[in-house]
Nanobody, 122 residues
Framework: VQLVESGGGLVQAGGSLRLSCAAS????????TGWFRQAPGKEREFVAA????????YLADSVKGRFTISRDNAKNTVYLQMNSLKPEDTAVYYC????????????????WGQGTQVTVSS
């Protein structure tokens, strides 16, 4: 599975961005997918995840009520809608695919994209 993120950029606090994760290769619709982020000097942290069917979603407490994860298996794409962005959301955002079910730690994921930078100015 190859994953490519897009949609990052510079936005003011309170603004919105929608990240996309486009997949190619094996049957992506059978993989749970997660979003993680990593800020400079910090460990990669879980942001959101969605089951292969889209029936189950999980969000980190820090983004609940502001971020939404969804997927369109017909387009082999997973989305992360980010609203009410804060400066502390600034990081490189990565999507990842998990063949064994929905995970919340990076080690559970098999495939990774290259990341997309999100910068929120105050």
């Amino acid at each position: 599975v190859q994953l490519v993120e897009s949609g990052g950029g510079l936005v003011q606090a309170g603004g919105s961005l929608r990240l996309s994760c486009a997949a190619s290769g094996r049957t992506f619709s059978r993989y749970a997918t997660g979003w993680f982020r990593q800020a400079p000097g910090k460990e990669r942290e879980f942001v959101a995840a969605i089951s292969w069917s889209g029936a189950s979603t999980y969000l980190a407490d820090s983004v609940k009520g502001r971020f939404t994860i969804s997927r369109d298996n017909a387009k082999n794409t997973v989305y992360l809608q980010m609203n009410s962005l804060k400066p502390e959301d600034t990081a490189v955002y990565y999507c990842a695919a998990d063949s064994n079910g929905v995970g919340v730690t990076p080690s559970e994921y098999d495939y990774w994209g290259q990341g997309t930078q999100v910068t929120v100015s105050s």
